[in-house]
């Protein structure tokens, strides 16, 4: 399988941030916001080549978020395809703002079929 790459740019917002999230007391991008962006990105970046009907659910994060950023900065989440089957997809990602890597890790999503997924969580 050819290595794959997908590159998403996010702006900063106040809402963003550990101090607004509750998972910290600055005003910095919060780790969580961080996580939903790597998550909204791997997303992205396999969208198109998934059947009508599916499409992918995060199953493992491993992030190491390694700078502050501020309110207000460009945070640009490149993702890599390593592995992917039918059914699972894992990326490697580095997260930059400006020239500094603020975050990297790995993520892997699964590929899921959207009327089969919900029936398992549908009580009758």
Partial sequence: MPTEMFTKEFLVKESQTAKM???GDLEVLGTPALAAMIEQTAKEAVKDQ???GETT???VLEL?????SAVGATIV???TSIEQTAHKI???FVAY???RQIAKGSHQRAVVEIDSFFKR???D
């Fill in 21 to 23: 999230l509750g998972s």
């Fill in 50 to 52: 998934l059947s009508v």
């Fill in 57 to 59: 659910v995060g199953t």
């Fill in 64 to 68: 190491r978020h390694l700078y502050p």
């Fill in 77 to 79: 989440v490149t993702m």
């Fill in 90 to 92: 894992r990326y490697e």
């Fill in 97 to 99: 703002e400006g020239e």
């Fill in 121 to 123: 969580i549908t009580k």
